[in-house]
């Protein structure tokens, strides 16, 4: 037996919020819903599990274009997985560089603090560095 869901519900079980399912229709992401006699959408359990998945996909940070991409994969289960794995490589590579560009301005900021004198802003090196763009080590924030 068949459970259709209304968008309220489809919406709070998946953790998606209504606009976004409607913008997920919208784009592709997810089929265009059955509708009631009365014009409203019903989802099933298939669209529960697909919006399931491009929330958490989304969590993980992938792009649309990756989510459609692997949804279409999902739905041909006997096909190699190289090409998830090449974009689960791709995110996982970007993902490592924005750690190494939070962790080289984590040292920015570090440096700035310790070398505050805790004394007057005349003196402060906060207040110098974020003056004086060629004193910052940041690499996407030092002076060209």
Do not use: W
């Not at 819903?33 to 996909?57: E, G, S």
């Not at 996982?92 to 939070?102: C, F, G, M, P, T």
């Not at 301005?105 to 004394?119: I, N, P, Q, T, Y």
């Amino acid at each position: 037996m068949q459970i259709d869901f209304a968008i309220g519900e489809v919406a709070r079980q998946s953790g998606v919020k209504v606009p976004t399912i409607r913008y997920y229709e919208q784009i592709g992401l997810l089929p265009t819903p059955a509708r009631t006699t009365n014009n409203r959408r019903i989802y099933d359990q298939d669209d529960l599990n697909r919006l399931t998945f491009i929330r958490h996909a989304r969590e993980l940070g992938f792009e649309v274009d990756a989510i459609r991409t692997l949804l279409a994969l999902q739905d041909q289960p006997q096909r190699s997985c190289q090409q998830a794995d090449t974009i689960a490589k791709a995110r996982l590579i970007d993902v490592e560089q924005r750690i190494a560009s939070l962790n080289a301005l984590k040292a920015e900021l570090e440096r700035m603090v310790l070398g505050c004198s805790h004394g007057r802003v005349e003196d402060c090196r906060v207040i110098e560095i974020l003056a004086d763009h060629g004193q910052c080590r940041h690499h996407q924030h030092a002076a060209a």
